[in-house]
């Protein structure tokens, strides 16, 4: 998006889907009940935060398989799925399974590397494999190959009398294989999403390379998956808070939730330099004004805008319509419909 006056394509919002350990039942409606939401504000698509061992969605691909059923046009997506948590032909057969419950609106995102906390949950969730398994990019390799219907197994044929035996993941979902997307944030994931075919999906967290200027590094990690695949679809995410209709208890809340996240934007976090984007808070005028100036923005014709960890189902209310009435209208976006 080099200025304004070029429309935004696609406009999605991304939820962690937050509930209470102890009644877990209504954190779960409420994320339904958001997307549900977003299809009818016009959203182009909604996707879920992966979550383990924490009060959050820990089973998007469920979570999906309900809203195949109370939606009935947005895309729905994960952002992203730790394959290092998830054997690639059982989670090919979910996908296409889901798929196939949404009639062709699976959007599913991954990514690489070892489980958070590898040394605390190894022995649970590799008792006896931990140091073999392979958390490399071959393991979305794997999935790929498994979704785009190459060979599963070496036995195919009717065993007794009824069972018939198929040597690819079953369902297979066409179309499924076009929609995969690659999470990263260094400018070798974004190559490699390129180099595979899938499409990539750039965070508000990104490694700090060759720049400590997030804006100038997102852009780089967009125009080096575009090099090496030009045709595919990129869709950066950023945590915007527009405020047009917010009241002032609500104004103030946000207010201090951007504050005390602000520091660790400063400069890069960790052995990883990790870069982490500040967050856009203001009304939809201001956030677009913002956009606009953002490199990373001005290379993309798609978002994913991520809402704020814990807040209140109110205040994704209020949020998302502004986000869909306000800024979305701001930068060019016409809701689906």
């Keep these: ?3 304004p006056g070029t429309p935004l394509e696609q406009l999605g919002f991304l939820t ?3 509930f209470d350990p102890a ?8 994320t339904l009940a958001m997307v549900e939401l977003g299809e009818q504000l016009g959203f182009d698509s909604a996707w879920l935060r992966h979550r383990h061992l924490q ?3 820990s089973s998007p691909v469920a979570v999906l398989a309900a809203l195949t059923q109370r939606t009935r046009r947005i895309g729905l997506g994960t952002a992203v799925t730790p394959l290092a948590w998830e054997n690639p032909l059982r989670l090919a057969e979910d996908l296409a399974t889901v798929d196939v419950l949404s009639g062709g609106r699976l959007h599913p995102g991954v990514s ?9 949950v190894k022995d649970a969730l590799y008792p006896d494999t931990a140091d073999r398994e392979d958390f490399s990019y071959a393991r979305v390799e794997r999935l790929l190959r498994f979704v785009r219907g190459e060979r599963a197994s070496t036995f195919v044929g009717r065993e007794g009398v009824v069972e018939e035996w198929s040597d ?7 179309g499924l294989a076009g929609r995969m997307w690659y999470g990263g944030g260094s400018l070798r994931s974004a190559a490699w999403a390129g180099e595979h075919g899938t499409h990539f999906l750039t965070s508000s967290v990104v490694k700090a390379e060759q720049s400590e200027d997030f804006a100038e590094v997102q852009a780089s990690h967009v125009r080096a998956f575009r090099a090496a ?5 990129v869709s950066q995410g950023l945590v915007v808070i527009p405020t047009d209709t917010a009241t002032a208890e609500q104004r103030a809340r946000y207010a201090a939730y951007v504050e005390a996240r602000t520091p660790r934007t400063t400069a890069p976090q960790g052995p990883a330099r990790m870069l982490f984007a500040r967050d856009l808070l203001g009304s939809s005028e201001e956030i677009a004004e913002a956009l606009y100036a953002h490199a990373g923005f001005r290379e993309v014709t798609e978002v994913v805008f991520a809402l704020p960890f814990d807040f209140a189902p109110a205040d994704y209310e209020q949020i998302l319509t502004d986000v869909a009435t306000r800024l979305g209208p701001a930068l060019g976006w016409q809701p689906g419909g």
Excluded at 23 to 30: K, L, N, R, V
Excluded at 168 to 174: A, E, T
Excluded at 229 to 233: K, L, M, Q
């Design 229 to 233: 695949n030009p045709a595919g679809r």
């Design 16 to 18: 962690i889907g937050t």
């Design 112 to 120: 690489v590397g070892p489980p958070m906390h590898w040394d605390d």
């Design 23 to 30: 009644d877990p039942g209504p954190g779960h409606e409420a």
């Design 1 to 3: 998006m080099p200025a």
């Design 55 to 57: 009060p959050g969605i």
């Design 168 to 174: 690819r993941v079953q369902p297979q979902s066409p």
